[in-house]
């Protein structure tokens, strides 16, 4: 029985991407030019082309005239809430760092989760905390929630606080297999209360933006829910297949 091989440009396509997730070609950073990924692979620049395409178009790596191919994301947006704050702060040229809280779990209807969405008021829910900073000052307090059972065993150690890594996006992606394909979500202003404020180290009364952000599956199901409390503004591109970050 013949084996169908795969295509070259998917061939490389593959392997690009890998050293990307790997952390071969950072964030932020240039790629190698056409001709010098035609030579490695030993193909022609446009079956090259055609797997930085196609890159492109999954959203990992940006082409501009005149400049090549810059690293964009390794964690490409799914649908409104879900862009990579670190990717954002990398290729800003910014260094975002992560400082872990806690890790909690919660029987069902505790009172910590009776502000989440109701399909999460029923079951045991794991709620991990992180204020996320940027060249040392903090910028966001992220609490990520989801259902005990999808983050079994899970422990500070699984949520580094330096590099690509830190990425919640990929954490729940690589180390806990979740999937999802769509979000939704609500902005709303909000007053720093004491805790908020010596948090953001900013007198207390000071405006805030909270975003609550839940991901969902294909067949609908909720994956997992953040509430993002944070300095600044969000804006946003609109199309009519994907909304993603344009500022953060």
């Not at 193909?43 to 690293?71: F, P």
């Not at 919660?106 to 502000?115: L, W």
């Not at 829910?225 to 804006?235: A, I, N, P």
Request: charged share 25%; net charge negative; with cysteine.
């Amino acid at each position: 029985m013949q084996v169908e091989t795969k295509p070259k440009y998917e061939q490389a396509y593959q392997v690009i991407l890998k050293r990307l997730k790997d952390g071969r070609y950072p964030v932020g950073g240039r790629m190698p030019t056409e001709g010098e990924l035609a030579s490695h692979f030993d193909v022609s620049r446009v079956t090259i082309r055609r797997a930085l395409d196609m890159l492109i178009q999954d959203g990992y790596v940006e082409s501009r005239q005149g400049s090549g191919y810059r690293v964009l994301t390794l964690s490409p947006a799914s649908d409104t809430c879900l862009t990579s704050f670190t990717d954002a702060m990398l290729r800003a040229g910014h260094e975002p760092t992560s400082r872990f809280i806690s890790l909690d779990h919660f029987t069902p209807s505790a009172t910590e989760i009776i502000c989440l969405p109701p399909v999460m008021h029923d079951i045991e829910i794991t709620r991990i905390i992180r204020l996320r900073l940027v060249n040392e000052k903090p910028s966001m307090l992220v609490m990520t929630y989801a259902a005990r059972e999808l983050l079994k065993d899970a422990k500070q150690e699984d949520f580094p606080e330096k590099g690509p890594g830190q990425s919640i996006l990929r954490i729940l992606s690589a180390r806990f297999a979740l999937d999802w394909c769509a979000a939704c979500e609500d902005i709303s202003p909000i007053l720093a209360d004491v805790e908020m404020a010596a948090t953001f180290e900013i007198a207390v009364g000071q405006p805030l933006l909270k975003q609550a952000c839940s991901a969902f599956d294909d067949d609908g199901r909720m994956v997992f829910h953040e509430d993002v409390f944070r300095q600044g503004s969000v804006s946003f591109n609109l199309s009519q297949s994907t909304r993603s970050s344009r500022h953060v």
